[in-house]
C-alpha cells in the first residue's frame, strides 16, 4: 500500500549530494521525490516547513539494537522507532548480538524484523565467527543476504594478519570493514587514564590504545591498497593519523560520536556510570581536536554508536557498569551544535549524517534527488527543548544527557514517503 | 578554625571533599576522643542506641577491627557483615545489599569495598551514613585522616611540611587520601617509586614527582612507604620483590637523608624487608604504632560526627 502523497512546503531544502540550499517545496508521490514538473496530486498531505530544514533521511551507520538475544534492552522495532524519533530513516547495526551475526541466519532474522520496522536496517555482520578473532566468516553469502559491511564491533581485531585478510577478501565482496580500534592489551581499563582516573581511583585506557590499532589499520590499508573505515574516534592522536593517512591517499574513512565532541571525561566524576563508554570520553584536547577534525574533513560521518543498556547493567559499581550509551534521539541537536558553534555549515552538516554514511555503506539515500526513494528528515534547528527519561524512545535510559537543554530536533521523519515520526505540535 | 564553623557532612566517602577547617575539626574532635582509650574504663554512652553496621566487602581485619573499637568505646551497637565481592554474580547487586540493609535502619554503615565509588554510590541509596573504609585504588579517609593526626601531634602543625610518599602510589587508596589531605592542610607532597607504580596526573594535583629517593626523602619531615600489594603482581609491575626492596625499600641509610626528627611511617601491615627495613620500622623515628592508636580516636569522631554531632 502506497504512502498518501506529501507536500512539504516552505522548508529550506538542504541536499549536499545535489549542490542545493534554498527554500523551496518539495512533492512526494508514490514513495519517491518527484521533479520540480510534476503535477500536485488532489489528495496531498500537506506538511508546513516553514522555519525547517528539509534534508535527506540521516544515516547512523553504527548502532546496536540488541536483537536478537537482549531484547531488554533494545529490539529492532524500539530501535527504529527510537531512530525515527531521532531524525534517522536508515541504520546500520553492529553484529554483537546473541548470537553472534556470523550467519546468514541471524542476518535474516534481523532483516524479516526489519521489514515492520520505523527505519531502514542494515545488518553489518562479524569479521570473525562469534567475533573470536580467529576464522573469517562468509562474507560472500553474508553479503548475498543483505549486509552491509563487517566488523567485530565491540572487541578489536586481535590478529593483524586476520585483518588483512579481512580487508583482502572483502574487498572481493564489496564490503567495507569496519575497526573497533582498540589495543586489547592497553585498554583494561574503565575510563580515560589522566588526572581524573587517579582522582577517582579507577583504572585507566591511554589514548594510545586507540591510536595504536588505528595505525595498524592504516598501515594495513596503505600497503594492501584496501579500504577500512575507523569506528568511534575518540582522540586527537587518532584524528591526527587519519587526517595524515587521507592526505597521502590512503582509503580510510572515519566517524566520530555526537559524545566525543560534546563531553570530556569530567563526565564520569561521581562515578557517573552514563559516561562509562569505550572508547571513552577523553580530554578537552581531544574534544577539540574531533571537533578540527570534523571542520576539516577527517571525519566523513557523525555516528552514534547507540549502545542500549539496562538499568540493571548501569545501576552497579562503576568497574562493573557495561560501556557504551544510547544516542540515537540525541545525536541531531548535538550535532547541530556544531553548526551553531560554527564548527561546520549546514551542508558539511548534512554529510555527516546521511550523505557521506549512505556513499560509505554503498546503500540508497544520502540525497534528495528527483525520483528517489522519499527518506526525508525535516529539522527545526531552533526547537528547544529539555531531553527527560519520560520523552525517551528507547527501552533503554543510559544516557549522559537526560535533565540537559537541547536544541534543533526532528519534526518529520519520513521514510519512503511514510511519516515515522511527526513532533507533536 | 573560623568562626560560625559547622561540620556539614553527611557521610565520609573521601578527603577531597573535605575543605582544611572540615579535617582540623574532626582531628581536634579525635584529640578529645583519645583520652577514653586512656581510661580503665574504656566507654562512655554518646552512642548508645545508635546501629552500625560494617560492611566489608573486602577482608580488613585491622580497618574493620579499629573501627568496631571506635563503635564499641561510644556505646554504639555493631554488627559486621563480610560479603564476598562476587555475591554479585549470584544476583544480589550492592544495591540491592544496600536497600535490604537500609530497611533495617542503621545508623551508620561503614563500606569497604574493592571497587572504587562504591560508598558514593551506597550514600545515594541508604538513610544512613555512610563512611567509607577503602574503596578500590580511590581513598581510604579514616586512614588519612589518622595519618594526619599523627603527624599533627608530632610536628604541632600541618602546613609547610615536607611529607614523602614511597611506593606503590598508583594503587594505594591511602597515598590518595594522604597526597590530598596534605596539599589541602598546606604541606607540600613529594613522591617517589617505580614509574609503572605512579599515576598520570599527580603534578596536575601540586605533588612533586622525583625521579630519585633522595630528592624525595631529602630534608622530609615525614617519610611515608606504603605496602607493596603482592597479589597486584599479574600485571608487569615490577621485575622482582628483591630489586624492588634495593632500588625503592626504605632503609636507614634513605632515612638519614631525612630530616633528624622525620616521622617514620606506614600503614600496614609492613612487607618486612621489602618496603620497610625492620630496623628503621622499629626505630626512635617510627611512629607506626601511634597511627594505629590514632585510627581508633578518629574513627570515634567520624562516628560521631557523622551521626549529626557537632
Ligand atoms: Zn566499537
Request: aromatic fraction near 4%; hydrophobic fraction near 40%.
Amino acid at each position: 500500500m502506497m504512502p498518501v502523497p506529501l507536500l512539504i512546503k516552505n522548508g529550506r531544502i538542504i541536499d549536499p549530494a545535489n549542490n542545493v540550499d534554498g527554500v523551496r517545496d518539495l512533492l512526494i508521490v508514490d514513495g519517491c521525490i518527484t521533479d520540480s514538473a510534476t503535477a500536485i496530486p488532489s489528495d496531498v498531505e500537506k506538511i508546513d516547513a516553514s522555519g525547517c530544514w528539509v534534508v535527506p533521511g540521516l544515516i547512523d551507520m553504527h548502532v546496536h539494537l540488541r536483537e536478537p538475544g537482549e531484547e531488554y534492552k533494545e529490539d529492532i522495532l524500539s530501535g527504529t522507532r527510537a531512530s525515527a524519533a531521532g531524525g534517522f530513516t536508515a541504520v546500520a547495526c553492529m553484529p554483537n548480538t546473541k548470537p553472534v551475526n556470523d550467519s546468514r541466519a541471524v542476518t535474516a532474522l534481523i532483516l524479516s524484523q526489519a521489514t515492520k520496522a520505523d527505519a531502514r536496517v542494515y545488518p553489518i555482520a562479524a569479521i570473525s565467527k562469534n567475533s573470536q578473532g580467529s576464522a573469517l566468516t562468509e562474507f560472500g553469502e553474508l553479503k548475498a543476504t543483505g549486509v552491509v559491511a563487517v566488523s567485530d564491533d565491540g572487541l578489536p581485531v586481535r590478529d593483524s594478519q586476520l585483518m588483512r585478510r579481512a580487508l583482502e577478501y572483502a574487498a572481493d565482496h564489496g564490503l567495507l570493514v569496519i575497526s573497533h580500534s582498540e589495543e586489547p592489551s592497553l585498554s583494561k581499563g574503565v575510563m580515560n587514564e589522566g588526572i581524573i582516573s587517579t582522582r577517582l581511583g579507577l583504572k585507566g585506557i591511554p589514548t594510545a590504545a586507540e591510536s595504536i590499532m588505528v595505525y595498524r589499520e592504516i598501515a594495513l590499508a596503505e600497503c594492501l591498497g584496501k579500504r577500512v573505515h575507523i569506528a568511534h574516534v575518540s582522540t586527537a592522536m587518532s584524528t591526527e593519523l587519519i587526517r595524515s593517512a587521507k592526505a597521502r591517499g590512503v582509503r580510510v574513512t572515519a566517524e566520530t560520536a555526537p559524545h566525543y565532541f560534546t563531553l570530556t571525561e569530567e563526565a564520569v566524576m561521581g562515578y557517573n556510570t552514563n559516561a562509562k563508554m569505550n572508547p571513552p570520553l577523553r580530554t578537552e584536547q581531544d574534544r577539540q581536536a574531533i571537533r578540527q577534525g570534523l571542520a576539516d574533513g577527517t571525519f566523513d560521518a557523525i555516528a552514534t554508536d547507540h549502545a542500549p543498556h539496562s538499568i540493571l547493567e548501569k545501576e552497579v559499581e562503576f568497574d562493573r557498569a557495561m560501556n557504551g550509551i544510547i544516542g540515537l534521539e540525541t545525536s541531531l541537536p548535538l550535532s547541530l551544535a556544531l553548526v551553531r558553534e560554527g564548527v561546520l555549515d549546514e551542508n558539511k552538516l548534512i554529510k555527516l549524517l546521511s550523505m557521506n554514511p549512505a556513499r560509505i555503506l554503498g546503500v540508497e539515500g544520502g540525497t534528495l534527488s528527483a525520483g528517489a526513494r522519499a527518506d526525508i528528515t525535516v529539522i527545526n534547528p531552533d526547537l528547544q527543548f529539555t531531553y527527560t527519561e519520560e520523552q525517551v524512545v528507547s527501552k533503554s535510559r543510559n544516557s549522559p544527557f537526560l535533565g540537559e537543554k537541547l536544541q534543533g530536533r526532528a519534526v518529520y521523519t519520513i521514510m519512503g514517503g511514510r511519516i515515522t515520526h511527526r513532533l507533536a505540535a | 578554625m573560623t568562626t560560625g564553623y559547622f561540620f556539614s557532612h553527611r557521610h565520609i566517602l573521601d578527603i577531597e571533599h573535605l575543605s582544611a577547617d572540615d579535617i582540623d575539626y574532626i582531628l581536634t574532635t579525635a584529640e578529645s576522643f583519645k583520652e577514653i582509650s586512656a581510661r580503665p574504663i574504656k566507654k562512655v554512652p554518646t552512642l548508645r542506641g545508635n546501629t552500625i553496621i560494617n560492611l566489608f566487602f573486602e577482608p580488613s581485619t585491622r580497618t574493620r577491627l579499629s573501627f568496631e573499637i571506635a563503635a564499641k568505646r561510644m556505646s554504639a551497637d555493631t554488627f559486621n557483615i563480610s560479603a564476598s565481592t562476587s555475591s554479585a554474580t549470584k544476583g544480589e547487586t550492592l544495591i540491592d545489599t544496600a536497600r535490604n540493609i537500609s530497611a533495617m535502619n542503621p545508623d551508620i554503615i561503614i563500606l569497604r569495598h574493592s571497587f572504587s565509588g562504591a560508598p558514593h554510590m551506597l550514600s545515594q541509596y541508604v538513610n544512613a551514613a555512610v563512611i567509607n573504609a577503602g574503596d578500590g585504588t580511590h581513598e581510604h579517609p579514616s586512614q588519612g585522616l589518622l595519618d594526619m593526626l599523627t603527624v599533627r601531634e608530632h610536628k604541632k602543625r600541618l602546613n609547610n611540611l615536607k611529607i614523602a610518599i614511597i611506593g606503590d602510589i598508583l594503587h594505594s587508596r591511602v597515598a590518595h587520601s594522604d597526597i590530598l589531605g596534605f596539599l589541602r592542610m598546606g604541606s607540600e607532597v613529594f613522591v617517589y617509586g617505580p614509574g609503572t607504580l605512579i599515576p598520570p596526573g599527580l603534578k596536575e594535583l601540586g605533588v612533586t614527582v622525583c625521579s630519585t629517593m633522595k630528592e624525595a626523602v631529602q630534608d622530609a619531615d615525614v617519610v611515608m612507604t606504603l605496602r607493596i600489594q603482592k597479589e597486584r603482581q599479574n600485571d608487569p609491575l615490577l621485575p622482582s620483590f628483591r630489586e624492588y626492596a634495593s632500588k625503592y625499600g626504605v632503609t636507614a641509610q634513605v632515612a638519614s637523608w631525612a630530616r633528624p626528627d622525620a616521622l617514620i611511617m606506614h600503614p600496614g601491615p609492613i612487607n618486612r624487608g621489602i618496603e620497610l627495613m625492620p630496623d628503621v620500622a622499629d626505630g626512635t623515628q617510627s611512629v607506626i604504632l601511634d597511627q594505629v592508636t590514632n585510627g581508633v580516636a578518629v574513627r570515634m569522631a567520624l562516628l560521631y560526627l557523622v551521626t549529626g554531632n557537632s
